[in-house]
Protein backbone atom coordinates (compact mmCIF):
# COMPACT_ATOMS: atom_id res chain seq x y z
CA UNK A 1 0.00 0.00 0.00
CA UNK A 2 1.01 3.60 -1.06
CA UNK A 3 1.43 6.07 1.55
CA UNK A 4 2.05 9.85 0.95
CA UNK A 5 2.77 12.05 3.95
CA UNK A 6 3.32 15.62 3.44
CA UNK A 7 4.35 17.90 6.93
CA UNK A 8 6.04 21.80 6.84
CA UNK A 9 3.08 23.42 6.36
CA UNK A 10 1.69 26.29 8.79
CA UNK A 11 1.22 30.10 8.86
CA UNK A 12 3.76 32.67 7.68
CA UNK A 13 4.18 35.64 6.86
CA UNK A 14 4.28 37.62 3.53
CA UNK A 15 7.42 37.22 2.34
CA UNK A 16 8.79 34.26 4.39
CA UNK A 17 9.64 30.54 3.96
CA UNK A 18 8.10 27.11 4.19
CA UNK A 19 9.63 23.82 3.75
CA UNK A 20 6.75 21.52 2.85
CA UNK A 21 7.99 17.40 2.75
CA UNK A 22 6.36 14.86 1.12
CA UNK A 23 7.49 11.09 2.63
CA UNK A 24 6.55 8.30 0.49
CA UNK A 25 6.15 4.34 1.12
CA UNK A 26 5.19 1.47 -0.52
CA UNK A 27 6.39 1.99 -3.81
CA UNK A 28 9.76 2.30 -5.49
CA UNK A 29 9.93 6.02 -5.18
CA UNK A 30 12.99 6.57 -7.46
CA UNK A 31 11.55 5.24 -10.43
CA UNK A 32 8.24 7.56 -10.40
CA UNK A 33 8.16 11.17 -10.68
CA UNK A 34 6.20 13.22 -8.06
CA UNK A 35 4.40 16.68 -8.22
CA UNK A 36 3.36 19.83 -5.59
CA UNK A 37 -0.37 20.77 -6.03
CA UNK A 38 -2.58 23.42 -4.33
CA UNK A 39 -6.01 23.72 -3.95
CA UNK A 40 -7.05 27.10 -2.73
CA UNK A 41 -10.92 27.31 -1.50
CA UNK A 42 -13.41 27.89 -4.54
CA UNK A 43 -10.71 27.10 -6.83
CA UNK A 44 -9.69 23.91 -8.91
CA UNK A 45 -6.65 21.94 -7.78
CA UNK A 46 -3.60 23.26 -9.57
CA UNK A 47 0.39 22.09 -10.40
CA UNK A 48 2.81 23.90 -8.44
CA UNK A 49 5.88 21.95 -10.05
CA UNK A 50 6.88 18.62 -11.31
CA UNK A 51 10.04 16.34 -11.05
CA UNK A 52 11.27 13.82 -13.12
CA UNK A 53 12.59 10.50 -11.78
CA UNK A 54 15.80 11.75 -13.24
CA UNK A 55 15.34 14.76 -11.53
CA UNK A 56 14.19 17.18 -14.30
CA UNK A 57 11.77 19.72 -13.07
CA UNK A 58 8.99 22.24 -14.03
CA UNK A 59 6.95 24.73 -12.16
CA UNK A 60 4.00 27.20 -12.58
CA UNK A 61 4.72 30.57 -13.77
CA UNK A 62 3.05 31.87 -10.50
CA UNK A 63 6.05 30.18 -8.91
CA UNK A 64 8.65 30.71 -10.46
CA UNK A 65 11.90 31.67 -9.32
CA UNK A 66 10.60 31.65 -5.77
CA UNK A 67 9.69 27.77 -5.31
CA UNK A 68 11.90 25.01 -5.54
CA UNK A 69 10.90 21.32 -5.79
CA UNK A 70 13.99 18.54 -5.10
CA UNK A 71 14.24 15.07 -4.02
CA UNK A 72 16.27 12.46 -2.15
CA UNK A 73 15.91 9.35 -3.19
CA UNK A 74 17.47 7.71 -0.55
CA UNK A 75 15.27 9.15 1.66
CA UNK A 76 12.01 8.59 0.00
CA UNK A 77 10.95 12.28 -0.12
CA UNK A 78 10.20 14.91 -2.19
CA UNK A 79 10.66 18.50 -0.60
CA UNK A 80 9.08 21.82 -1.95
CA UNK A 81 11.12 24.48 -0.86
CA UNK A 82 8.86 27.92 -0.74
CA UNK A 83 10.42 31.44 -0.79
CA UNK A 84 8.98 34.71 -0.88
CA UNK A 85 5.69 33.83 -0.03
CA UNK A 86 2.59 35.87 -1.09
CA UNK A 87 -1.09 35.55 0.39
CA UNK A 88 -2.13 34.03 -2.91
CA UNK A 89 0.00 31.04 -2.13
CA UNK A 90 -2.59 30.20 0.83
CA UNK A 91 -3.59 26.78 -0.32
CA UNK A 92 -3.82 22.69 0.90
CA UNK A 93 -0.68 21.61 -0.88
CA UNK A 94 -0.60 18.10 -1.86
CA UNK A 95 2.06 15.35 -3.47
CA UNK A 96 1.17 13.24 -5.99
CA UNK A 97 3.10 10.04 -7.07
CA UNK A 98 3.05 9.77 -10.53
CA UNK A 99 1.60 6.98 -11.69
CA UNK A 100 -1.52 4.55 -12.94
CA UNK A 101 -3.45 4.96 -10.67
CA UNK A 102 -1.94 7.91 -9.19
CA UNK A 103 -1.30 8.64 -5.45
CA UNK A 104 -1.95 11.34 -3.61
CA UNK A 105 -0.95 12.79 0.21
CA UNK A 106 -3.64 13.72 2.69
CA UNK A 107 -2.68 17.73 2.36
CA UNK A 108 -1.27 19.98 4.31
CA UNK A 109 -2.62 23.49 4.69
CA UNK A 110 -0.08 26.68 4.07
CA UNK A 111 -1.43 30.37 5.36
CA UNK A 112 0.19 33.02 3.88
CA UNK A 113 -0.99 36.26 6.26
CA UNK A 114 0.18 39.25 8.18
Known amino acids: QVQLVESGGGLVQPGGSLRLSCAAS????????MGWYRQAPGKQRELVARISSGGSTNYADSVKGRFTISRDNAKNTVYLQMNSLKPEDTAVYYC????????WGQGTQVTVSS
Open 96 to 103: KQERLPPY
Open 26 to 33: GSIFRIYA
